[in-house]
């Protein structure tokens, strides 16, 4: 009796954990009709497919979990499972040199961004998160970076006295400093109300995320200048990931590989349809600068590469500009 007890327990056991369905928590504070809202579904969906419903991706968007450096305690304490924090957010995770991708006009476009991405500079940073308990999984495009506010952005004394709502990242600081302007870190869910009350004057994102956040209703002005990358690390709890069983997490590999050239595709289309979308909108005045105005823009923030390098090493800075043939004069 007592036998049939303990082989009728040790059956039930093995039946639970092979039907036991395991549930990834993917948390991230964009909208879904972004390049990452987008992508973060696309995983959600092919790893349901991959591994036969042995994993379910609920996806948490526009920060409705938790904000952005709350995400990043999220995921070390184990709360949620995977996320996709901007390259810009790693600092306070302690791994610094991920604003090496915040440095202006350090890519000229996608090419050269991918060339650092897609290589052993990618993967090297991305080993980096290893002691802090974080695996990186890979690189998610969103695109370059325009400037916002309620007055013309034109030349560089425009910037002079503004405040801008930045990221948490010290290299964007210092950016907005060498403008003249007055960085204030924010969270990202903040940045509309902000925007609106005054507690800003002006932000910068991908027009993806203006648009999405509908910032164009509460800025009169919007300025081309592609001055700086925005992309995303997608990245997982590591002893989460390590403890999965190897095919299930092959499978969600395969998913993730699928999943990140969705993002590349999608990511360029998404911000050019924001941006018809803010020109419809009629609120946003959208200004294109010339060669010439750029390039004044570019002159007064390549000094912050100077400012910056200790930031992020001279070795990794040199690697980067020998990878994408960086030119200070070019545009
Ligand atoms: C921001 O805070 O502006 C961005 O990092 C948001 C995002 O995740 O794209």
């Known amino acids: ?57 609920d996806v948490y968007p526009n920060s409705q979990l938790y904000k952005d450096k709350e995400e990043m305690e999220a995921l070390q304490m184990g709360a949620v499972q995977m996320l996709a924090p901007s390259l810009a957010k790693f600092g306070p995770l302690g791994v610094k040199e991920f604003e090496v991708f915040d440095f ?10 991918h060339k650092v991405t897609q290589g052993p500079i990618g993967a090297s940073l991305l080993a980096k ?43 964007i600081e210092e950016q907005i400093r060498s403008l003249g302007g007055i960085p204030q870190v924010m969270a990202f869910s903040e940045v509309y109300q902000a925007l609106q009350t005054g507690v800003v004057d002006g932000t910068e994102n991908p ?9 164009n209703e509460v800025q ?12 995303y690390a997608v990245i997982v709890n590591k002893k989460f990931w390590d403890g999965l069983p190897a095919d299930i997490r092959g499978q969600l ?47 007064a923030l390549v000094p912050t590469h100077a400012k910056m390098v200790d930031r992020v090493g001279k070795d990794l800075l040199n690697s980067i500009y020998k990878a994408t043939d960086f030119d200070p004069s070019k545009l």
């Open 253 to 299: 590999e395969q998913a993730m590989k699928e999943a990140t050239d969705f993002a590349n595709q999608v990511a360029q289309k998404d911000n050019d349809l924001a941006l018809e979308g803010v020109k419809k909108a009629g609120k946003t005045t959208v200004y294109v600068p010339s060669k010439e105005e750029r390039l004044a823009l570019k002159n």
């Open 207 to 215: 027009i993806s995320n203006f648009y999405s956040q509908k910032m």
């Open 1 to 57: 009796m007592k036998l049939k007890l303990v082989l009728a327990s040790a059956l039930l056991a093995v039946g639970l954990s092979a039907s036991a369905q395991t549930i990834i928590k993917f948390s991230h504070v964009v909208a879904t009709d972004t390049p990452k809202g987008q992508a973060s579904e696309f995983f959600a969906k092919r790893a349901a497919e991959l591994t036969k419903g042995k994993v379910k991706v």
């Open 104 to 113: 202006p006009f350090i890519f000229n476009d996608t090419a050269d961004l």
């Open 220 to 231: 009169k002005h919007l300025t081309l200048t592609n001055h700086g990358y925005l992309g």
């Open 129 to 171: 998160l290893e002691p802090k308990g974080v695996k990186g999984l890979a690189f998610w495009d969103n695109g370059f970076k325009a400037f916002s506010a309620n007055t013309p952005l034109k030349n560089v004394a425009d910037y002079k006295g503004k405040k801008f709502r930045i990221q948490s990242s010290k290299v």
